[in-house]
């Protein structure tokens, strides 16, 4: 079983990032054969400046290799290192209504923030089709929001399978429902466009303040207080064992700690949980031949699979004569 998975090289990560997406995708690892990439493609259709593209690329790898994104066992690449991508993507194109693409949420959305509409914000979904398609992938992990996305990428196999015969693979969307929505400092979800966010790879400071921001009701140092609900606990639920959650409830209900001391708690419990993986990622951002090396194995292996597919699809559609 083939799995796939491709992530916008956006800046810096959250523990809602983590906790939501990234943890999964590594656990992944261990269910199938993971194929996972830096979209680097698709963050075109946002990214306009080559320093911030080229720095959000290197350290969205650096983070998924600290986090145990293990080459030797998965195939980790940049999208843009396998440009066979860009020939199905045309070749998908020709499959695909403009009324697939017009009725696609995410570009309804942004176009309706006010981002100018062009055209790789329409066709944003067939390069993402063929990212998918180009892999014999079987199982597609996303979030809600990149559902109809696999969608429309099944709705193009189709109709180029009914024209060619069974020749790309139906790819299955996979949401992970128990995954919970991570609230931010705030309670709203954590997300970076809210400034609400605790960084995974912050300095030890950022995290204090970051933390120190969230949200309670004010009840004081004497009064007992109430766990359901409290942003801290939240936090806490995705760091702690049960045994650990029954003594921190103890402490709400017995006066003599504030909110400040729950804080620290939690403080204390991220800094923990991400250590190792901030180790690992110093290391790799002080050897970046290292990882551009494992990126470029990474490119290699998924050229093979790519450049196979694409025979067939091209001996398929007549381009090979
Ligand atoms: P942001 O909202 O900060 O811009 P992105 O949209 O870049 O985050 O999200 C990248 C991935 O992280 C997505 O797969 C999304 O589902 C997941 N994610 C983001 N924020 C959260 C959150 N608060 N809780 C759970 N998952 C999240
Ligand atoms: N569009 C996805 C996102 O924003 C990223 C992505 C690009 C992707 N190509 C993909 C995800 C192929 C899964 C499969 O999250």
Known sequence: MRILSGIQPSGT??????????????ESQDEGELFAFVASYHALTSVKEKKVLQENIFNVAVNFLSLGMDPEKSTF????????????????????????LERAHSYKDKTARGIASNHGLLSYPVLMAA??????????????????????????ANTFNNNYGDILVMPESKIDEEVA??????????????????????SKKT???????????SKELDEVKEWENCNIYTLCKLFMTEQELLDLQKRYATPGEGYGHFKLTLLDKINEYFEPYAQKREYYLNNPK??????AKGAKKAQVVAQKKLKIIRDAVGLNY
């Open 290 to 295: 290292e990882v551009k090396d494992i990126l």
């Open 77 to 100: 690449w940049i999208q843009s290192d396998v440009p066979e991508v860009l020939e199905l993507y045309w070749i998908l194109s020709n499959h695909t209504p403009m009324g697939l």
């Open 13 to 26: 990560l959250h523990i809602g990032n983590y906790f939501g997406m990234i943890k999964k995708m590594i």
């Open 207 to 217: 995290i204090k303040k970051q933390v120190m921001k969230i949200t309670t009701d």
């Open 181 to 202: 929505t991570v609230p931010g400092t705030d309670g709203a979800k954590m997300s970076k466009s809210y400034g609400n966010t605790i960084d995974m790879f912050g």
């Open 131 to 156: 990212d998918i398609l180009l892999f014999d992938s079987n199982i597609v992990p996303v979030g809600k929001d990149q559902i109809q996305h696999v969608e429309i990428a099944r709705d193009i």
